[in-house]
């Protein structure tokens, strides 16, 4: 498994990402430890089939592969005080 960068930084609200292998690789979700951090992934845009949605209040990482299944462009939505996401691309 090979993980490559998306984002250019962290994504603080929303943005439209392109996944050139179709499949999110991880996310990393920074959080303020107090507030809920909402970070919500879904295919093309934000009416888009959902793919995955995390509450957390810590930082966390998760680990794909989550399947945009047969689309390049997946919607990351990201709400909360102090809530940014980073997504990374799962590389064969």
Avoid: C, H
Avoid at 66 to 83: C, K, N, P, Q, R
């Amino acid at each position: 498994m090979i993980l490559r960068a998306l984002t250019n930084g962290a994504i603080t609200s929303a943005d439209t990402v392109t996944v050139k292998s179709q499949i999110v690789g991880g996310i990393l979700i920074t959080a303020d430890g107090t507030n809920d951090a909402t970070v919500a992934i879904n295919r093309d845009d934000t009416n888009g089939k959902p793919v995955i949605e995390v509450v957390t209040k810590t930082p966390l990482w998760i680990t794909g592969p989550f399947s945009l299944e047969g689309t390049e462009s997946a919607y990351v939505s990201v709400s909360g005080t102090g809530a940014a996401v980073q997504v990374y691309e799962w590389v064969t």
